[in-house]
């Protein structure tokens, strides 16, 4: 993730490297939580979130699956017929109390996937060397989930490369990759970036951290994309990810609707209420059985 991401993740950051086995909810009974999802689109949002609630701006937009940056969430707040999806965000958070708890909800059926670490290039996200990462990869092995790759900052950042390289001489085991791409408005670059890692790498592609970005903007004005510019690339992306197969999940970025670069990628507005960019995530292949 970009540099100017930062605060957005301070809090959830700090939730997720705070996570010990004596504060992690694990379900004991049936509740929601044990479907599997049957559509591509998902939602990300942090467990303190100040836009809205993780659970219902994940509900709102319709989303099929999400993640919040960690290994566990609250389960009696996940929204039912909607999959969660773990993940291990830095080498802090590779615990045994995390790989047991983890391997407790693939046992319940309230885990299918696993992802791997977040951003491990950039120095002030997960902050990791391949070798760090190749390190710990066999304890997230143990799972039995399919795993997804650290997603780092840009999909051909020559991190993942070499992770991927490593890991196949080693024949440690990558199920699918995980990229993040903050870009302008060009779809057709986008989706060529896509075809040149799996072209590389032939593994099934999860983008779980994409949005519209302006680098330079120190404030909101500055900002030179509009709603609408962002709502028409979101219009010509998103069918186009859903038809090509190796892509098997996307989850758009819903920055902070201050956020002077980010803020026209907004999907919510600091009341958890649908933008015009987030009514039409919401309705393009809505996952209809979703609920409280």
Known sequence: M?????LLFIGCCTAIMGCSKSNVYIPTKAVS???TATGK???DFSTNTKNGTWWGNTITLQSHWFYTWGTSVPFELV???CEFVPMFWSKANVTDANIAYVKQLKDQ???????????PDLADQSNMTVQDALALWPQLETIGLPLGSPAASWPTRQWIYDFMDQAIAQKRRVDFICVHMYV????VAFINVLQDLYNKYHKPIWITEFATVSDKATTMAENPFTPDMV???MQRLLPKLEALDFVQRYSWFSGSPTSSRLWPSSLVDANG???KLGKWYSEFKPNTEIKR
């Open 2 to 6: 970009i540099k100017i991401l930062n």
């Open 33 to 35: 939580g044990n479907y």
């Open 41 to 43: 689109k998902g939602a």
């Open 79 to 81: 929204p039912q017929n």
């Open 109 to 119: 059926g309230r885990a299918k996937y696993v992802l791997g670490f977040n951003e």
């Open 184 to 187: 302008g408005t060009d779809d």
């Open 231 to 233: 709502l028409a690339f």
């Open 273 to 275: 209420n649908l933008t």
